[in-house]
């Protein structure tokens, strides 16, 4: 792997890493609502989070430039509150793939929140243990397979994403230029076949790591929480 390759590789990650950090509570929030929740509009709500993963992505990154672009209303007050901007950086990247990614995080979540069983919360509300004691000693331990398996599925979407990035931040290197990005920059060179080729590969490798981490650490977990109520 060349120097080059490896710099496209490690913003990747750091675009993936913030995608997730930036994703995950809202995430957990949503899939709350979703599994708990009785609320008119939950349809709605689900079919807003669906989105991302049925629309053209270029679409999707078109709203994320006309929302927190530079001249955007969520752009300029990201900018005026907290001095921090999305386009043409390596943070709307980052954006751009939490955005895409959310969907999948949120699903497992759900997920294994649906699957807990309520009359243990219950229980445990009964011999008075507070709400926050409930959520953090039983809720999450038992939501964890979903919510690790939702990381890494989000994690390995994060670092694959392309449409709704390059529309939002361009594909520039050393800012935005990931590791899809950089695959398709190399396919439009007449000499950068042998080395997309290597990245091909890379994705492929972290691609299929991926899904079978999230298979393992589910399992795992599951297994775990299965031995704790036995």
């Known amino acids: 792997m060349t120097g080059t390759e490896l710099d496209i590789l490690l913003l990747s990650a750091k675009v993936a890493l913030a995608a997730m950090g930036f994703s995950l509570v809202p995430a957990f929030a949503v899939a709350w609502l979703l ?5 008119a509009g939950k349809a709605v709500l689900q079919a807003l989070i669906t989105m991302p993963l049925v629309l053209p992505p270029v679409v999707t ?6 929302l927190f672009g530079s001249q955007g209303p969520l752009g300029r007050l990201f900018e005026n509150l907290f001095g921090m901007s999305f386009a043409f950086r390596w943070t709307g990247a980052a954006l751009a793939a939490a955005v895409m990614a959310f ?3 949120v699903r497992p979540i759900r997920l294994s929140l649906e ?3 309520r009359g243990l919360e219950e229980a445990a509300g009964t011999l008075g243990a507070r709400a926050p004691v409930v959520f953090a000693t039983i809720t999450l331990p038992l939501a964890l397979p979903g919510l690790i398996a939702g990381l890494v599925l989000g994690f390995a979407k994060a670092l694959g994403e392309f449409g709704a990035t390059i529309t939002f931040v361009s594909n520039i290197p050393g800012e935005t230029q990931t590791l899809s990005l950089a695959i398709y920059a190399l396919l439009q060179s007449p000499a ?3 080395a997309a080729l290597r990245l091909i590969g890379i994705s492929v490798v972290l691609a299929i790591g991926a899904v079978l981490l999230s298979e393992w650490v589910a399992r795992r977990l599951q297994k775990r929480n299965g031995d704790g109520r036995a």
């Open 115 to 117: 699957a807990i069983d």
């Open 103 to 105: 969907p999948l995080l």
């Open 61 to 66: 990154g078109y709203g994320l430039l006309i």
């Open 35 to 39: 599994a708990r929740g009785r609320f």
């Open 192 to 194: 950068g076949d042998l």
